[in-house]
């Protein structure tokens, strides 16, 4: 079993920064992809980024591409969602996410994921 904790989440200004965790208790999760996922108030939830357990490989939805950054930290047991160009629109609930087993894929169905954090509210003021 894993378990997933967020954090980083809070209130930034339209054009600011923030980076987001992800980390992970239980079964090891380093050798697991990893994603990321947002809902916004009164909308569907939704893909944002996707990496590989090795970190090699990243996936980004298109409305983030260029903004933000997916990573992992040195011992893979840690994500990182770093935003930045930050929109009102990003404004969400995060979540990160792990897939069960590596299938060297690095994919944005949530099918594909069984094990999921509690999120993190994140706002953007215009």
């Known amino acids: 079993q894993v378990q997933l904790a967020e954090s980083g989440g809070g209130l930034v200004q339209a054009g600011g920064s923030l980076r987001l965790s992800c980390e992970a208790s239980?079964?090891?999760?380093?050798?697991?992809?990893m994603g990321w996922f947002r809902q916004a108030p009164r909308m569907e939830r939704e893909f944002v980024a996707a990496?590989?357990?090795?970190?090699?490989?990243?996936y980004y939805v298109d409305s983030v591409k260029g903004r933000f950054t997916v990573s992992r930290g040195s011992a893979k047991t840690t994500v990182y969602l770093q935003m930045n160009s930050m929109k009102p629109e990003d404004k969400a609930v995060y979540y990160c996410?792990?897939?069960?087993?590596?299938?060297?894929?690095?994919?944005?169905?949530?099918?594909?994921?069984?094990?999921w954090g509690p999120g993190t509210e994140v706002t953007v003021s215009s």
């Open positions: 239980g079964r090891t999760f380093s050798n697991l992809p």
């Open positions: 996410a792990a897939e069960p087993w590596d299938t060297g894929w690095v994919r944005g169905e949530e099918k594909y994921y069984d094990y």
């Open positions: 990496i590989s357990w090795s970190g090699d490989s990243t």
